[in-house]
């Protein structure tokens, strides 16, 4: 068995004989997703990613506009796009409140159910994040500013150590509270520089709109930064959406561009197109050899770099040798002595879907990095829940961080014969519970009970493809196949996180990972390849679902 480039796919000989016809049905999805996702190629190798509007930047907006007097006609999209929002109150509690609040619709209960919905999400950022909604609560006039916070809960903790865009929030927060409770000698200069220097005429800063709306709330409470107030908010209403509303960020080009890649790879994407993309993310890596989420953005992170890392490694390694080697280098510096990987800054909180990621994508040199990988899969088996799955991280279904995890144990080393059997335990335990939480439909929710979804079902299968029996795949293909749009596309339901817990949107990453999922099936559960001359001229056999 010859061993597939990307994220540690095992891949079959070609011709072998095809013993499940219901994957043919995956061919044909796969094919009519490949040639969509191509189109999602800009000429300069780039997927743009662009991000949905969010309430939570909505109001805060609408705020911002409001207390400045200006932009009436801005204003009036924005409460046109909350208007035509219809939210779940059970499932999305704070957009729901939020909302209602920015229309005049508000009621006692709000405060204390935005707090209730926090407090559920274990996370270890969730200090700051009661701390920056308690702010934002009582900047916004639905309810009072906390008496009991002290300026030591606008500091960063031993375990979490701010990226770029959290030290630019919580000095917009530490300044807001001040104003707002009376404090104004909480106020530091340094704060007020931090938060001048974000604002300009060349762009959002970072692309974090979150960010930079706090900051500009900060701002505005000093006349003598009038200037950066302006150039800040003629950027923000330049980028609001078509439909009225505001993202939390302005792009996610990066991720995008190497999940796709390397999505398209495997499934026979023109080379062409495909060293267009790797030409695109060589040109974006940084100095210290990461890469950001985004282009124009400086804080680089070991999620991004991974994928990078794994998709010019699947396409080319050779060619990008240099930009490999720095990948590389990056990530081995960015472990902890625990063993995990952090997001961001090297010292900071491990996380497991980090450290899954970091590993898969050294995995090709696994015999430098043994030491590195086996801490790195110690770290994950001892942060395992008991149910079976793992801190959420950036995405919000629990399959995510599954499906990386279980790529990352089958790379344990001969030589750590000693964690074998924690990690064929942990691997039961995750794969029980993509077992039990699988629904009748054949798909995946993000959490055991919720409703199926594509992008849900996509990391569940990535999973179970190299480890479980036919029968939970087959239903679960066939699920997708279903959801699969007439031009190829999936839509989904919001599955990434930021700030945690909060969802937000880009679409074309629901294609993404649908187009890997049945990439990892067909590449585990090997079927007849179709006639080429069908592919190229989009003659597709027509299947019924029971034959998928």
Request: charged fraction near 20%; include cysteine; charge should be negative.
């Amino acid at each position: 068995m010859r061993t597939s480039p990307y994220m540690n796919v095992p891949a079959f000989e070609s011709g072998r004989p095809a013993q499940r016809p219901w994957a043919r049905g995956a061919v044909v999805a796969r094919e009519q997703l490949r040639e969509y996702l191509e189109t999602q190629v800009g000429e300069d190798g780039c997927v743009r990613g662009q991000c949905e509007s969010r309430i939570l930047e909505s109001v805060l907006s609408l705020h911002l506009l409001e207390q400045l007097g200006l932009f009436s006609e801005v204003r009036e999209r924005i409460e046109g796009y909350l208007r035509a929002q219809c939210i779940d109150e059970r499932e999305d509690p704070l957009h729901a409140v939020l909302r209602r609040h920015a229309l005049g619709e508000s009621t006692p209960q709000d405060a204390e159910a935005v707090r209730a919905y926090l407090a559920r999400f274990d996370h270890f950022t969730n200090r700051r994040k009661r701390m920056m909604f308690s702010v934002l609560m009582a900047e916004l006039g639905l309810a009072p500013f906390d008496s009991v916070l002290t300026p030591e809960d606008f500091a960063s903790s031993g375990e979490e150590k701010y990226q770029s865009w959290a030290t630019v929030t919580v000095a917009s927060l530490r300044i807001l509270h001040a104003v707002g409770s009376g404090y104004p000698e909480w106020i530091r200069a340094e704060d007020v520089e931090l938060l001048t220097a974000t604002q300009s005429t060349e762009g959002a800063w970072e692309k974090h709109l979150l960010a930079n709306i706090l900051a500009l709330l900060a701002l505005r409470h000093f006349p003598r930064r009038g200037e950066s107030v302006q150039n800040g908010i003629a950027l923000l209403v330049s980028v609001q959406n078509a439909d009225g509303g505001i993202p939390f960020i302005t792009g996610m080009e990066i991720f995008c561009t190497a999940t796709a890649g390397l999505a398209l790879v495997e499934a026979g994407a023109r080379k062409s197109l495909l060293y267009r993309m790797a030409d695109y993310l060589v040109g974006e890596q940084q100095p210290d050899g990461g890469w950001a989420y985004a282009e124009d953005v400086h804080q680089t992170d070991v999620d991004d770099t991974a994928y990078c890392l794994e998709f010019l490694r699947a396409l080319d390694p050779e060619r990008h040798a240099h930009a490999i080697s720095q990948a590389e280098a990056y990530l081995v510096d960015m472990q902890g002595g625990d063993g995990g990987f952090p997001t961001f800054v090297a010292g900071s909180k491990s996380e497991v879907a980090m450290t899954a990621g970091a590993l898969n994508a050294l995995a090709p040199n696994r015999e430098q990095h043994a030491e590195l990988i086996t801490q790195g899969i110690r770290y994950i088996v001892t942060h395992q829940k008991a149910d079976g799955s793992f801190e959420r991280s950036w995405s919000l279904s629990e399959t995510n961080a599954i499906f990386r995890a279980l790529l990352a144990m089958r790379l344990l080393p001969e030589s750590a014969s000693g964690l074998r059997m924690m990690v064929e335990l942990a691997e039961e335990y995750s794969l029980d519970y993509l077992r039990r939480s699988q629904n009748v439909d054949g798909g995946w929710g993000q959490r055991a009970g919720d409703a199926s979804d594509p992008i849900s079902t996509s990391y569940a299968l990535i999973a179970l493809s190299h480890f479980d029996e036919p029968a939970p795949i087959q239903r679960g293909v066939r699920y997708l196949v279903r959801q699969q749009q007439a031009d190829g596309r999936f839509l989904s339901i919001p599955d990434q996180a930021g700030p945690r817990p909060i969802a937000y949107n880009v679409p074309v990453l629901s294609d993404i990972f649908a187009l890997l999922a049945l990439d990892h099936v067909l590449a585990a559960r090997p079927v007849v390849a179709m006639p080429a001359w069908k592919v190229a001229t989009g003659r597709y056999p027509t299947m019924s679902l029971e034959a998928c």
